[in-house]
């Protein structure tokens, strides 16, 4: 302890050029006597300030003349005056008491007349506090004649000097309007700031070296608050985003409760794999889904759109940047709590059925219009119940579907069945004068529309923690428990199966067992019946997941602190689908049974060390910051598959027969290591520039490309400072260069075997020089606001990413089929708006509307190897010069009006009607020929003779 003592006290030493200027923080380290001589005078000082309770300001010049030796005596003094009498005893020094709490201490001969030559400099004494008297630290102060400022302290409290011809004080807080006064007679100023209302002033923290308000941005980042986020309470953080920030594109992928959904931020940076935003979850790296996270948690959500604002975060930033800041109990009073308890029911149903063809092109039967039950066709034999005893449908003479059938149902209505949803939850806020939290739990139910499927159930618990242990030293911690639970369809085949089934077709119909819901209702269909998998088979999926983080910050000044960061994400997954003895499959065959069970697990651990830099030096404001990142993650995997129960209902894989048992494993391990540094210029509070380099180097990278360079450049510039124009309050013009990238899969880089029949098999070829994919991005961009109540913003971005990711094919002598390279170019251009109208702002009623435009291209514009057809039925066409995502195939006509325009030019359908009338009566070898014309939709038809 004691040789802690000792490094403590040579450190302040050391650091006395650092407090060169004032020293606002008090102290709470009393050493006893032996270790006095160590001391500086400010800790003198700093032990008064904690043992009375007070604050004392003085010039650090002051501070080096006291007598260190009175220390021990002073604090043994029973008031804060004895104490500084007795301190100042014999000195050319004397304090003034401007509060009951806060003395100021300066040299006697400073209140006497000055010499002309002597310095004539004033000092004036204040604190800066907000609507709720609350201080704010980190508040900028400066004098506007000759630009000498400071920064508030952690109280909000500060000390400059200023000449006597000097008038004006100026100060300035991310997020309130800025506040001028006229320097008076007076030696202390209460200053109060009020919140600025305008969208610019919102503070951002992504991307940036600091706490920046969007007014002094460079790049494009865009915040959305949590009060715009409850104005229509969303399900999960990632659905929140939908429609409120152009650039932004919410898919829900699957329509199961629970299913994430897929997020793009201008456009697609990359032709295969992964197109999600890096998401950030208070700082951390998160690596599950951003649907789990509950929005009443959140404070607010940042989004970093582009390489070039996402240039910070490196290789897992190719694709933007979410960044979500959950609650921290710090928006309540001090001193007092806030509960929330917020309950949710509702209910949902399918807003639109897909429409189906309700006529077929096959002959029906002279008398079918007596039968109710059944489509009764011609030359097909049914017995009393419409079952088909023989015979086959033949088609109507004109081939045209303009029959109707004898009755419809609509099997839509069985397969999405009403469903209902309920959110239960409560949070605990709470602040004292050194620490605040924040404690919620979530019950969230969805139980989906889906036949015989119970939906998805999500509980989450959450811990934040702020304790500042001294004025200097303060610790963090974030905590997230989520646990899910998914019953999913049996089946995904039922959706297309339900669309493509005969409308006169009965699902409820039995099996030749007597069980529900016939597996081949259609007899003119090789479909199953969708209710059938979706009532005997269950597939459920269960989650747990614990983000938890631990964050120390030391402050040894007020312009400059430390943070060393711990984080760790576990997660584990477990899958199960269960087809019971008997399940039969469409073929009407039924098997013994099967269980299938999957695990996944992984640990994902980061430790993160900053140095962060916030100064003042006259005209300009410094931020920066240099930080180490280090990831490390271990993960695995297993599944088993038994077949064939031996005895019914008894769902263990050791009652399946063990000879036809199949095992899958996996596991790896990813490592990377992070470096970047930033520095931000506000010069004259209208040009604004940042810089910024990362390295980073990562196991995924090949083994001859384990590191790479991500950098930017920004710029901007407030016209309004210097151009002033009625009814604009601000005007600002900036642009951004950067970069930032994609990292390959884990297996990208190596060869790859299947295990097929017991037998190795090539797979994939290795590659040593995979490189990460890399985004550069140009943006330019204008921001305004007209008479304080109009936000617009236009952006145009051009973005070239390079080296995507693809699994080329390889020459047949080399062994192996394909190999992962990096393959070619994909540039997109992205024009994008934004207005924002605060219509009416009152107490108790406001009117606000937001608009959003955007407009995305995107091209592949190199590929270096042959085009190829990827995706569900291969309808993706990858190509240099294509569109990225065009996708080609065979549409089907669906009515006249679109078969005529296929006709050639002078051609009409009546036209085409008579020829296929004529030739069906006429030229009955011509009929296949016809039909093949037909069905892909060409011209040749009409090029044959009548």
């Given amino acids: 302890m004691k040789q802690l003592l000792i490094l403590i006290g040579i450190f302040y030493i050391l650091n006395g050029e650092i407090n060169a200027s004032a020293n606002f923080q008090p102290s709470y380290f009393l050493l006893d006597e032996k270790f006095q001589i160590i001391l500086q005078n400010e800790d003198i000082l700093n032990s008064i300030e904690q043992k009375f309770k007070v604050f004392i300001t003085y010039e650090s010049t002051i501070a080096e003349k006291i007598d260190k030796s009175k220390a021990h005596s002073a604090l043994e003094k029973k008031t804060i005056t004895e104490a500084l009498d007795h301190l100042l005893e014999n000195t050319n020094y004397s304090y003034k008491k401007i509060r009951n709490d806060y003395f100021v201490i300066v040299e006697k001969s400073s209140t006497q007349n000055q010499h002309p030559k002597q310095d004539t400099s004033i000092v004036l004494y204040g604190q800066v506090t907000d609507e709720a008297n609350a201080p704010l630290p980190g508040a900028t102060v400066y004098i506007k004649e000759t630009n000498e400022g400071t920064i508030t302290d952690f109280d909000g409290k500060f000390s400059v000097k200023f000449k006597p011809n000097s008038k004006t004080l100026t100060v300035s807080y991310i997020g309130y309007k800025t506040y001028v006064t006229e320097i008076g007679a007076e030696s202390f100023i209460n200053i109060k700031l009020i919140p600025n209302a305008v969208n610019l002033e919102e503070i951002v923290v992504s991307g940036v070296a600091g706490k920046t308000s969007i007014k002094k941005l460079t790049v494009t980042v865009a915040k959305i608050n949590a009060s715009e986020l409850n104005e229509a309470p969303a399900s999960s953080a990632a659905t929140s985003l939908q429609g409120k920030v152009a650039g932004v594109k919410i898919t829900q992928a699957y329509g199961t409760p629970g299913s994430g959904a897929n997020i793009r931020l201008r456009g697609s940076t990359s032709i295969i794999g992964d197109q999600a935003p890096l998401i950030l979850v208070d700082g951390n790296i998160f690596e599950s889904s951003l649907a789990d996270i509950n929005v009443d948690d959140i404070e607010s959500i940042e989004i970093v759109k582009g390489a070039a604002a996402a240039s910070l975060y490196g290789s897992k930033a190719g694709s933007g940047v979410i960044l979500v800041s959950t609650n921290r109990g710090n928006q309540a009073k001090e001193g007092k709590s806030i509960i929330k308890i917020r309950n949710e029911f509702g209910s949902s149903s399918i807003s639109k059925y897909v429409s189906l063809s309700e006529h077929h092109p096959y002959e029906l039967a002279a008398d079918y219009a007596n039968y109710s039950t059944f489509t009764k066709y011609e030359g097909v034999r049914y017995d009393e119940n419409g079952v088909i005893e023989r015979g086959s449908r033949r088609l109507d003479i004109d081939h045209f579907a303009d029959n109707e059938y004898g009755f419809i149902i609509n099997n839509q209505e069985k397969f999405y069945t009403p469903g209902n949803y309920i959110t239960n939850y409560i949070s605990l806020a709470n602040m004292s004068s050194k620490t605040n939290a924040f404690l919620s739990f979530e019950n969230n139910k969805q139980s989906g529309i889906l036949f015989s499927t119970n939906g998805y159930n999500r509980q989450n618990f959450r811990v934040n923690i702020d304790h500042r242990i001294t004025e200097k030293l303060k610790i963090s911690s974030s905590n997230l428990l989520i646990s899910t639970s998914s019953d999913n369809p049996g089946s995904t085949n039922s959706f297309f199966d339900l669309l493509f089934l005969s409308p006169d077709v009965d699902l409820e119909q039995k099996n030749a067992d007597g069980s529900l819901y016939k597996i081949k209702p259609d007899p003119w269909s090789i479909e199953e019946n969708p209710l059938y998998p979706l009532y005997y088979r269950e597939k459920t999926e269960e989650k747990t997941t614990l983000l938890s983080n631990a964050i120390v910050n030391y402050e040894p000044a007020e312009w400059i602190n430390f943070d060393a960061k711990y984080t760790i994400e576990k997660q584990n997954k477990n899958w199960s689908t269960y087809s019971p003895r008997g399940y039969l499959y ?352 060409t011209k040749t038809a009409m090029e044959l003779p009548i």
């Fill in 586 to 937: 469409g073929g009407g065959s039924d098997i013994e049974g099967s269980l299938y069970k999957e695990e996944y697990s992984s640990n994902f651990q980061t430790f993160q060390t900053t140095v962060n830099i916030n100064k003042v030096l006259k005209w300009i404001t410094i931020k920066s910051k240099l930080s180490y990142l280090y990831e490390d993650k271990n993960y695995f995997d297993f599944s088993v598959t038994g077949r064939d129960f031996i005895t019914a209902e008894i769902p263990q894989l050791n009652n399946t027969n063990a000879e036809k048992t199949s095992l899958n494993s996996y596991n790896g391990i990813i490592r990377a290591e992070n470096l970047f540094g930033i520095i931000d210029l506000d010069i004259k509070d209208r040009y604004l520039f940042s810089a910024l380099y990362r390295k980073d180097g990562s196991s995924l990278f090949g083994a001859n490309e384990r590191w790479n360079n991500y950098y930017r450049i920004s710029g901007a510039y407030r016209i309004s400072q210097d151009i002033k124009i009625k009814g604009v309050s601000e005007l600002k013009v900036r642009a951004a260069y950067g970069t930032a990238g994609q990292r390959p899969g884990f297996s990208y880089q190596y060869e790859t075997w299947n295990i097929v029949n017991g037998a190795l098999q090539k797979s994939t070829l290795g590659n040593k020089d995979l490189k990460p994919s890399e985004s550069e991005e140009l943006e330019l961009a204008l921001d305004a606001t007209f008479f304080e109540k109009i936000n617009l913003q236009l952006s145009y971005s051009n973005t070239n990413t390079k080296d995507v990711f693809a699994l080329a094919p390889l020459a047949s002598h080399l062994g192996y089929p394909s190999q992962w390279k990096n393959v070619g170019t994909l540039s997109a251009w992205t024009y994008e708006a934004s207005l924002g109208l605060k219509l009416i702002e009152k107490e108790k009623f406001t009117w606000n509307i937001n608009f959003a435009f955007d407009r995305i291209r995107q091209k592949i514009t190199k590929l270096n190897i042959p085009e190829y057809k990827t995706g569900p039925l291969n309808a993706f066409l990858i190509k240099e010069g294509e569109t990225l995502g065009a996708i080609y195939g065979y549409k089907w006509l669906t009515s006249l009006k679109e078969m005529e325009r296929q006709l050639q030019d002078g051609q009409t359908i009546d036209h085409y009607i008579r020829l296929i009338l004529m030739d069906m009566l006429y030229k009955p070898a011509l009929k296949v020929q016809y039909r093949k014309n037909l069905y892909y939709g």
